[in-house]
């Protein structure tokens, strides 16, 4: 049987060293989300007040993993 896994998009808040964000959410919970490996094999920069959209877990809703970089206004030639 397949986890459920839940979808938001948040805006990361804080970086620490370790590929680890705080992100808060579209629902104004605050989470630790950890890089995907697709992201980390691309090397895509996520700096702080970047978009992402995050998937989450039932299980531990304190945690989540990155799985894209959102568009911003600021870079509008962004591709992922």
Known sequence: MEEKKVI????????FPNGMFRVLLDNEDLIIG??????????????????VRIEVSNYNSTRGRIISRLPTKKNKNYKD
Do not use: F, V
């Open 8 to 15: 938001h998009e948040g805006l990361i808040t804080e970086t």
């Open 34 to 51: 950890y890089i995907s490996g697709n992201i980390r094999r691309k090397s895509i920069q996520i700096l702080r007040g970047d978009k």
